[in-house]
């Protein structure tokens, strides 16, 4: 397994454009979920995923973003109508917890997007 | 107030020092988070800590739950170590992290 794996690593779009990132979990882990930082900052959370269903949504995540899991692997994070406050690195990262046991989170190494 | 706050924001040590750094929080939690990051973005998770002391390496994270409290120590630091530190807090297992706001870190040769 190659851990958790994010496309692109970097996006340069221009202002009310659609974006849409992929992420790709460690396999067998059943939890995703998604951060936006900005520089100088610390992880902002913005949803995450139990298998397909999503359990949480920040309230940072506007109309304009939504987050999908379809069949509880991989996801996407698409933004439409991008602004220039879009502008940071999303972060994925996923996790295992079964009968009350949790391992941990796993880190993707982020999408950069550039709203121009 | 920031629900996780951190100290300090940004630190300079010479090689060879003893570092702390130091995570307050504000609301129970399950679990407190001691992750790397280096530039480009990713982010290692070094440590999850419910109560006491672990140890990795050349890396001891401390935890006082009823000070609400936590210390991230770096003994005999290495310019490798320079990244930043970031403290994180989950309310229950697996839920989602809140993030302090870092701790760049840079050690001198």
């Known amino acids: 397994d190659t851990g958790v794996s994010q496309n692109p690593r970097h996006k340069i779009t221009k202002r009310g454009q659609n974006v849409t990132f992929r992420c790709d979990p460690i396999s067998e882990h059943n939890r995703l979920y998604w951060y936006r930082q900005t520089l100088g900052q610390g992880p902002e959370f913005l949803t995450y995923?139990?298998?397909?269903?999503?359990?949480?949504k920040s309230r940072l995540l506007s109309d304009r973003f939504s987050a999908e899991r379809p069949k509880g692997s991989f996801s996407t994070l698409e933004i439409q109508r991008t602004e220039q406050g879009d502008s940071a690195m999303y972060l994925c990262?996923?996790?295992?917890?079964?009968?009350?046991?949790?391992?941990?989170?796993?880190f993707g190494s982020g999408t950069r997007l550039t709203v121009v | 107030k920031n629900e996780v706050e951190q100290s300090p924001q940004n630190l300079t040590a010479q090689e060879g020092e003893f570092i702390t750094i130091n995570c307050s929080y504000s609301?129970?939690?399950?679990?407190l988070h001691w992750l790397q990051q280096h530039p480009g973005g990713g982010i290692v998770s070094l440590f999850m800590?419910?109560?006491g002391k672990k140890k990795h390496g050349r890396l001891i994270a401390t935890i006082n739950i009823q000070e609400k409290h936590s210390s991230l120590h770096i003994t005999a630091s290495h310019p490798r170590d320079s990244a930043v530190y970031i403290c994180a807090t989950s309310k229950t297992s697996g839920s989602r992290l809140t993030f302090g706001e870092g701790t760049q870190l840079t050690v001198n040769p």
């Open positions: 995923f139990q298998n397909e269903a999503q359990l949480e």
């Open positions: 609301v129970g939690i399950s679990a």
């Open positions: 800590l419910s109560s």
């Open positions: 990262a996923s996790s295992f917890i079964m009968g009350g046991r949790f391992y941990g989170y796993t």
